[in-house]
């Protein structure tokens, strides 16, 4: 079935590093991807999103590629900050969906990233 | 309201107990969700609603019911809470069938079942 792997964290990076946090996923079809930004004791705000192959989502300083070739959409951020520190969750619409529904997204397991000053 | 509300923010519960979290979107979205977040295990759906009137199971439904009386609410209940319930509940809507729009999250439901 569909499913979305991201790296483990917890991840530590001192401000103004260069991030990378990887995501694939496994999915029949098209999906649309997505990262979403969780901050401590809040719930999932979009960050950014990408619909179809090559396409390029970008926000607040945060992009990531669509790449079907490597069913991949890593998140990259040039110089991260300590406001940056937060779960990331990377996602899929799940185009078979669950009993007939489309639309439901599948998330990874979320990354923890930890920016100090 | 702006957005998706729920409540309540917290609660502890014991074990047996019947217990319903209130969701409720301002956004006129058509699709709505229920998922219960677990350290280690990300977010898991529950149960979904594609239009009011409408609904489905998800990936972890068993113990949980849900309602969608009208376009705004999406109430979930548990009928007999159970320990392995505790969990953090986020609700969730999107105005996309093919899930190209993304989706809007309320600020979760913190649940303790003792």
């Known amino acids: 079935g569909n499913s979305v792997t991201q790296m483990e964290g917890p991840v530590t990076l001192s401000e103004e590093a260069f991030l990378t946090i990887n995501c694939t996923y496994t999915?029949?079809?098209?999906?649309?991807l997505f990262w979403y930004v969780q901050y401590p004791g809040e719930g999932l705000q979009l960050l950014l999103k990408a619909t179809k192959a090559d396409d390029k989502g970008s926000n607040k300083g945060f992009e990531a590629t669509y790449r079907k070739e490597t069913t991949s959409f890593h998140l990259e951020k040039g110089s991260v900050q300590v406001s940056d520190s937060a779960v990331y969750f990377c996602?899929?619409?799940?185009?078979?969906?669950?009993?007939?529904?489309?639309?439901?997204?599948?998330f990874g397991k979320g990354t923890k990233l930890s920016v100090k000053p | 309201i702006a957005g998706i509300t729920q409540a309540p923010t917290s609660q502890i519960l014991a074990a047996g107990r019947r217990m319903t979290l209130r969701c409720t979107q301002d956004?006129?979205?058509?699709?709505m969700y229920w998922y219960r977040q677990d350290l280690g295990l990300g977010l898991r759906l529950i149960h979904y609603s594609n239009t009011a009137g409408t609904t489905g199971k998800g990936e972890v439904p068993d113990g949980y019911s849900v309602s969608r009386a009208n376009t705004d609410d999406f109430p979930l209940t548990l009928a007999s809470a159970v320990p392995s319930q505790t969990s953090v509940y986020f609700c969730?809507?999107?105005?996309?069938?093919?899930?190209?729009?993304?989706?809007?999250f309320g600020s979760g439901t913190r649940l303790t079942v003792v």
């Open positions: 996602a899929l619409s799940d185009l078979t969906g669950y009993g007939g529904s489309q639309g439901n997204l599948i």
């Open positions: 969730a809507s999107s105005d996309s069938k093919t899930g190209s729009g993304g989706y809007t």
């Open positions: 956004m006129r979205h058509n699709a």
């Open positions: 999915a029949t079809g098209y999906p649309s």
